[in-house]
């Protein structure tokens, strides 16, 4: 205090040595002379302590050891130690709650919480009232996220909506939150089917049956033995058109797949693939040029060029073939075409509006009535 710095301890033994002498009868200056500090000195101590020359525990020590007596440390932004600080209570039901517990477990009343907490008592008392059918409402989102694990929020209020439930996104997302519901981890994303100045396009599908893309999907059975699946999708529409499933695939398979879809559906004016044995032989490229369909080869290792298909198969891996444990090929026909008429007249597609590639009004549902169409059930044998 009088020719060097003292730290909080030694602060703090001066006061308390002062203190007992001040006891003892002695004057001020007497004690202050003992202890080698000045009375400025030694008044501006008692100053910056909390009570007083009273107390015991006084001088700069005493908030240092109130804050650790309260779980902090010494340096710690009011006193809380670094990381453990709670959140902050940003809604009212999560104020009410806490307020619900101090009064449980401190049993203290309602207005002394509610004024610590800083809650509204008028707030604590108002219990919302909840919405008629909010509780029909609430069961059926629960029960399509259950159905579909993979949607989110916005696909499952496009499905609401088309059941009948007048909502918005913004309500179905604060139930979605009030009842826990969550998307796992997606896969990581796929790159860009363009860059910003375009020069990955190689052409933009206008109209239906303008180009068709179509690629191969591996997983296996499982006994571990590998199985293919060749998908096939309108880039327009975003329809799936077709999934042959086998143990092997080559360009014959690939012929029967592509003369099937032409007969039943018409030529398209594009087909896209990317630069597979399959779909480069010799016997694929003559045929595609005597009926006329001109190819779109993308470049080698560039998968994001062909980029409508990509995440064709990355939603059919996703939805499908992560949660589902294939026995036999025939069992990953059925699953695989009742997923394809699925993902065509129920799974609302953000690119269209959150509208089915091939909606039930204009389609109806083979899968309903039990039957699929020839294509479809000669896929399944």
Not at 71 to 94: I, Q
Not at 142 to 167: K, Q
Not at 181 to 204: I, T
Not at 362 to 377: A, H, K, V, Y
Request: hydrophobic content about 30%.
């Amino acid at each position: 205090m009088a020719s060097k710095r003292h730290d909080a301890a030694q602060i703090i033994a001066k006061l308390r040595e002062a203190e007992v002498e001040l006891g003892r009868g002695k004057k001020t200056g007497e004690v202050c002379r003992k202890l080698g500090v000045t009375e400025q000195t030694y008044y501006r101590g008692v100053r910056r302590s909390s009570d007083g020359p009273g107390a015991t525990a006084q001088g700069a020590g005493a908030r240092e050891r109130s804050a650790q007596e309260a779980g902090g440390r010494p340096g710690t932004r009011r006193g809380d130690p670094e990381g453990s600080r709670e959140g902050k209570f940003l809604s009212p039901p999560r104020r009410r709650q806490a307020v619900d517990h101090v009064q449980k477990k401190m049993a203290v009343s309602e207005r002394r919480a509610c004024r610590v907490l800083g809650q509204a008592r008028s707030t604590q008392r108002r219990r919302p009232c909840e919405k008629p059918g909010e509780k029909a409402l609430v069961a059926r989102m629960i029960d399509l996220a259950t159905e579909y694990g993979r949607y989110g929020y916005r696909r499952i209020t496009r499905m609401l909506r088309t059941e009948g439930f007048r909502v918005n996104h913004k309500r179905v997302e604060r139930l979605w939150r009030r009842e826990g519901l969550k998307v796992p981890q997606k896969q990581p994303k796929r790159g860009r089917l363009w860059l910003n100045d375009g020069s990955c396009v190689r052409l933009r599908a206008e109209h239906r049956n303008h180009v068709w893309s179509y690629d191969f999907v591996h997983d296996r059975t499982h006994d571990g033995r590998p199985i293919r699946m060749l998908t096939m999708i309108d880039e327009f529409t975003r329809e799936s058109l077709a999934i042959r499933v086998g143990r092997r695939m080559c360009s014959e398979d690939v012929l029967d797949v592509l003369t099937e879809l032409f007969v039943e559906r018409g030529t398209p004016q594009y087909l896209r693939s990317d630069n597979g044995p399959e779909m480069t032989a010799n016997a694929v490229r003559d045929w595609l040029d005597r009926v006329g369909v001109k190819t779109l080869f993308i470049e080698p290792g560039s998968p994001w060029e062909n980029g409508y298909i990509e995440s064709f198969n990355g939603r059919l891996r996703d939805e499908l073939l992560n949660g589902e444990i294939f026995y036999t090929v025939q069992e990953a026909k059925i699953l695989t075409q009742w997923w394809r008429l699925e993902y065509n007249h129920v799974r609302p597609h953000s690119a269209l509006g959150y509208r089915a590639p091939a909606p039930e009004a204009i389609e109806p549902l083979p899968f309903r009535r039990g039957i699929f169409t020839p294509m479809e059930s000669a896929a399944l044998t």
